[in-house]
């Protein structure tokens, strides 16, 4: 089991920077891949950005590329994104997920979710 505690939403005015932390706790040393995604209200929640603990591989959503840094501490079992220059369709929910390999068994975890609002 891994149990994730997001932080770091908030209100920014557009232009502004943000950075989200997720802490991981309990079986981190199977984590594999770490994710944030976002869900505004009503849509889909899609994904923002992800990036493998191993490698440091990392990816990211044609609508952030140059905005956003997805950034990990391993030591810490911590994923973060730096969001900057926000812009108000950046507005949402932002979930951390995190993705454990066991053989071949897979389990996807979630945090609870952190509310950022781009606004004047």
């Known amino acids: 089991q891994v149990h994730l505690v997001e932080s770091g939403g908030g209100l920014v005015q557009p232009g502004g920077s943000l950075r989200l932390s997720c802490a991981a706790s309990?079986?981190?040393?199977?984590?594999?891949?770490m994710r944030w995604y976002r869900q505004a209200i009503g849509t889909q929640r899609e994904l923002v950005a992800s990036?493998?603990?191993?490698?440091?591989?990392?990816n990211y959503a044609d609508s952030v590329k140059g905005r956003f840094t997805i950034s990990r501490d391993n030591g810490k079992s911590t994923v973060y994104l730096q969001m900057n220059d926000l812009k108000p369709e950046d507005t949402a929910v932002y979930y951390c997920?995190?993705?454990?390999?066991?053989?071949?068994?897979?389990?996807?975890?979630w945090g609870q979710g952190t509310q950022v609002t781009v606004s004047l």
């Open positions: 990036i493998l603990t191993r490698s440091g591989y990392e």
């Open positions: 309990g079986s981190t040393s199977n984590i594999n891949i």
């Open positions: 997920n995190v993705e454990t390999w066991i053989i071949t068994t897979t389990q996807n975890y």
